[in-house]
């Protein structure tokens, strides 16, 4: 048996997939499982004990069709199922199965606020594309394997970390995912633990204007470890406190108590934190704000709220934060 998995990007939706390998794994011990993926994710996947070999999607199309030809799959699972993997699977012509996006339903939710969404997570949903072979959930939840030259030692964090902190996500792919400056440094200024600030290059001001107001109790290390090393920081925290990112996922394949903030997106997009069959860690909860009649305004997110008042991050209640992420 050999399989290739197609999942371009991004982090989070890589690590949502990770039961599908594992559980391909499991069933056939001895497949081939192959993952065609983006070129700038590749590395997500480098500990990873389940895979065979990793394609890049960066190479010319005709190139990379004769490579994945020469492998003769017996099945193709496409997990991404856009027009590049489409056209992928039909250059390749194997079995094969695509997951369902739902985007009728999830249009459906954005725009009319008619949830006529499954009550089921995408990690179930990518699972059905490996179904017709046999494979079942095996109700482990995620993976994720950081390499050992990856790993972050406590005593690399400031003396003030050693006897536990928590890790405070302040970046997300869109900014309606983000938690307002305002908001951060509030609570930043509430919480009464030591704090890792996490994100990309891109938050470097936000970390710097947030280490400003308490510099022994804030870390900050946006933009400045890799995502193996914040994968690492999120593993040995007390709590993560997230917003809807890749982050919040890295940190369910820990089964990390996590305080989860919604901002213009909402869990019902079947996104929300993922641990199989096993309740949530004692202590997690979603934190969103309720009632609003413009959310969700979209099943990803924009670079500024489109009403302009963005109450769905505004209107929360840091105290509730600082007393769920202490409970």
């Known amino acids: 048996m050999k399989v290739l998995l197609i999942r371009f990007s991004s982090i989070g939706d890589l690590v949502l997939i990770s039961p599908v390998i594992r559980c391909l794994r499991k069933t056939f011990p001895q497949a081939q499982i192959h993952l065609l993926t983006g070129v700038s994710f590749a590395d997500i996947f480098r500990a990873n004990p389940y895979l065979d ?66 009550a089921a997570h995408l990690v179930d949903r990518y699972l059905n594309v490996v179904r017709p072979l046999g494979v079942r959930n095996d109700g482990k939840g995620l993976d994720y394997f950081i390499p050992p030259d990856q790993e972050i030692p406590v005593d690399r964090l400031p003396l003030t970390h050693l006897h536990g902190y928590a890790a405070l996500a302040v970046g997300a792919a869109h900014a309606t995912k983000k938690m307002p400056l305002a908001k951060l440094q509030q609570l ?15 938050d470097e001001l936000t970390g710097n204007l947030l280490q400003e107001l308490a510099p022994l109790k804030v870390h900050h290390a946006c933009g400045r470890l890799t995502l193996h090393q914040s994968a690492s920081v999120i593993r040995q925290a007390r709590v993560v406190i997230t917003p809807d990112t890749g982050l919040m996922h890295i940190a369910a394949a820990f089964r990390k108590r996590i305080i989860s903030v919604w901002g213009n997106t909402v869990p019902a997009l079947g996104m929300f934190p993922y641990f199989g069959d096993e309740p949530p860690p004692a202590g997690s909860r979603i934190v969103e704000r309720a009632g609003l009649s413009c959310r969700p305004c979209s099943k990803l997110g924009f670079s500024r709220c489109p009403k302009g008042h963005f109450r769905c991050m505004n209107d929360l209640d840091v105290d509730e934060i600082v007393r769920l992420a202490m409970a």
């Open 53 to 118: 070999r990793i394609f890049w999607q960066q190479e010319p199309l005709p190139r990379l069709i004769q490579k994945l030809r020469a492998e003769r799959y017996d099945f193709i699972a496409d997990l991404q199922n856009n027009r590049t993997s489409w056209l992928i699977r039909r250059l390749l012509g194997r079995r094969q199965a695509a997951v369902h996006k739902l985007n009728l339903e999830k249009w459906l939710l954005v725009n009319f606020k008619i949830n006529w969404l499954p």
């Open 188 to 202: 930043v200024q509430r919480l009464p633990l030591p704090i890792v600030l996490l994100g990309g290059k891109e």
